[in-house]
């Protein structure tokens, strides 16, 4: 529903709707997005796929650099060789690449735009068939066995305008197009708080319809990350499917973490080792939108949600805390040197990537540093942390290994 305004509000507000209107505007958009796939040219050539007969074989839609497939394949791992001994393999990427291979969970395609982020895949996953091809481009999925993806949710964000018909908002159609054509025997799609409440619920309400509609049964909940181990305060929703001919109900983990369970993990713990080491972070003032609100958590507390922007990143807790002036408007005391960004490295640890990971800047040392930076805190910030997506995975994993046979002989999966 545009109106005629320029600029970034060329999308009618959330508050301008009842919940007819949002139900009617939903239905109207999703018919829009199904007349795309109409128009795709019929000249798609399936690639080879390394299918495993003895494996779930993954599709990873939206893949960014990986955050969620490393955890559903670290959640694999554990119901194959045991948690401890997976968690201790984690830290080492030699002793991670010799036992990875064992994981229930085997990734065949992944789909996404962001040339740095299938650049950081490629870095540190075994070799998969990727495809840089805007998802609704994509003519036909292939068969497989499980299909995840966080998918994209500009408009649902509580920090961005709420658009509520911002295209980007329906790109979980061809989420559900790819559950159609591949007919996995599960899926997890992961997004934002805010599109709970967007369309004052209708948007949440529909999105799960049009999933089960697929033939799924179909559960989504509100998780904090810090409840599994993460040490970052973001909450997430992740929406969890089971095909229906299936008897499996997945039931989302509780929380490990907080009053009368596991210590929260906190800043310390998780960065604490690299205060003398940090590697290279963004640079340059901060502009009154940052000062805007506090940005700085103590070491002994959980970090703020970690963006996709260098320039967002939260401060780094050493020095001064930051002081509230009045309503929106926050101060840094002292020497401005006092205060930093956490770094890249900082950064990927509090979204629990292992120090082995390796984000792609682009390699083009003619950029300015903070360009190039700012690639790797936009993978980073958009990725799921992992410890976080292995931990929902942990259910289906647990399943999998189990019922392998079931899964494969209810598999529409024909290997050539």
């Known amino acids: 529903m545009k109106v005629e305004e320029r600029g970034r509000a060329k999308y009618r507000p959330l508050k301008d709707y009842d919940s007819n209107e949002v139900k009617q505007l939903l239905l109207e958009k999703i018919k829009e997005e199904q007349e795309t796939i109409q128009n795709i040219k019929d000249d798609y050539e399936q690639p080879y796929l390394d299918y495993r007969e003895d494996k779930i074989n993954v599709i990873s839609l939206f893949s960014g650099c990986g955050g969620l497939d490393l955890g559903l394949e670290l959640a694999g791992l554990a119901a194959a060789i045991g948690e401890e001994e997976a968690l201790k393999a984690f830290k080492d990427k030699d002793w991670f690449n010799a036992v990875r291979e064992e994981s229930i969970f085997h990734t065949i395609y992944t789909n996404d735009l962001f040339k740095e982020a299938n650049e950081s895949y490629r870095l540190n996953f075994p070799p998969v068939f990727q495809q840089q091809l ?76 049009d999933f089960a509609s697929a033939g799924y049964n179909v559960k989504f909940k509100l998780v904090n990350a810090r409840d599994y181990g993460v040490p970052q305060l973001r909450e997430r929703v992740f929406i969890v499917g089971i095909r229906e001919d299936l008897d499996f109900e997945y039931n989302h983990p509780e929380p490990t ?129 992992v410890m976080l997506a292995k931990a929902m995975a942990m259910p289906l994993a647990i399943w999998a290994k189990k019922n392998l046979k079931v899964i494969k002989k209810n598999s529409s999966l024909v290997l050539i």
């Open 257 to 385: 973490h907080g009053k009368g369970k596991l210590p929260y993990v906190t800043l310390k713990d998780a960065i604490g080792d690299l205060e003398s080491n940090p590697g290279d972070w963004f640079e340059g003032g901060f502009s009154p939108i940052y000062l805007s609100r506090n940005r700085k958590k103590k070491w002994n507390e959980q970090s703020f949600t970690i963006q996709a922007s260098g320039r967002q990143a939260p401060l780094h807790p050493s020095g001064p805390e930051m002081i509230k002036i009045e309503a929106d408007k926050w101060t840094l005391p002292g020497d401005e040197s006092l205060h930093r960004r956490l770094s890249v490295k900082e950064i990927a640890r509090i979204q629990t990537f292992p120090d082995w990971f390796i984000f792609s800047d682009g390699g083009n040392m003619d950029v300015q540093k903070n360009n190039r930076l700012d690639k790797q805190y936009k993978q980073i910030g958009n990725a799921v942390p």
């Open 134 to 209: 805007d998802i609704r481009k994509v003519k036909e999925f292939p068969k497989a066995d499980f299909v995840l993806g966080g998918f994209p949710c500009p408009g649902f964000s509580e920090a961005g305008p709420r658009l509520i018909d911002d295209k980007r908002n329906f790109l979980y159609i061809h989420f559900i197009r790819c559950l159609l054509q591949a007919k996995p025997f599960a899926f997890i799609a992961e997004n934002v708080k805010g599109m709970l409440t967007l369309g004052k619920g209708e948007v949440i309400n529909q999105i799960v319809q």
